[in-house]
């Protein structure tokens, strides 16, 4: 009975240390490449800098949001990454999130939450007293991820080069749908970047 419990909870350690690497390694991701993330992900505005992700309560308590890109009107595009579905109890949390920050910088604020793994139907709103709170979900596996890998491949393949919006788009397929494993996609983007003639930078900017 012993032996059963601890391999659970060393499961559910392992599945934690996974989120919590995923998360990690999509925070570097947005910040190298936030002018490319919202045109990928169909979200308007244009990023002007990245904002603070902690805020602290009254209680001295520090609050950790996944990434804040500010954008040139003002307002603040909160990102949240998420595999698991906490339901109505992530929701609360996003609006804590929301809430502290608006107040604390005075700003208006939209959160925006990728989801992966087997999450396809989310909770997105809920309404308590007179309010309804609501976030705007980005379903990560309605994307697919070996359909972009192999338009991206015969593209190196090619000899074309890749874009900084392509990176984005490859740093992203391990949150994608698709019949691949995991680790093949790594690989696999791994390949087109070293075999790619170049990555152009410059691709979608205008000159001054």
């Known amino acids: 009975m012993k032996e059963t419990t601890s391999a659970k909870d060393k499961k559910s350690h392992s599945g934690s240390n996974v989120s919590q690497h995923e998360a990690a390694a999509l925070k570097v991701m947005m910040q190298f490449f936030a002018d490319e993330i919202l045109p990928f992900l169909g979200i308007s505005g244009k990023v002007v800098s990245i904002a603070p992700t902690e805020s602290i309560y009254l209680e001295l308590k520090k609050q950790y949001e996944d990434f804040n890109l500010i954008t040139e009107d003002g307002t603040w595009k909160h990102f949240e990454f998420q595999s698991t579905n906490g339901g109505v109890e992530d929701l609360k949390r996003f609006r804590s999130y929301e809430s502290v920050a608006s107040y604390t910088y005075g700003v208006e604020i939209t959160t925006y939450v990728l ?89 979608g900017k205008t000159k001054d």
Not at 120 to 140: A, C, D, K, L, Q
Not at 151 to 169: F, H, M, R, S, Y
Request: proline fraction near 4%; hydrophobic fraction near 35%; charged fraction near 20%.
């Open 115 to 203: 989801f992966s793994g087997k999450i396809r139907h989310p909770v997105t709103e809920f309404s308590e007293g007179i309010n309804t709170y609501r976030i705007i979900p980005v379903i990560m596996t309605n994307i697919d991820a070996d359909q972009l890998l192999q338009t991206l491949k015969d593209k190196a393949d090619q000899g074309n080069p890749i874009t900084k919006e392509e990176l984005v788009q490859l740093s992203l397929t391990p949150l994608m749908g698709g019949n691949t494993t995991l680790k093949d996609r790594i690989l696999t983007a791994f390949q087109i970047t070293k075999e790619a003639s170049e990555i152009n930078y410059s691709a």
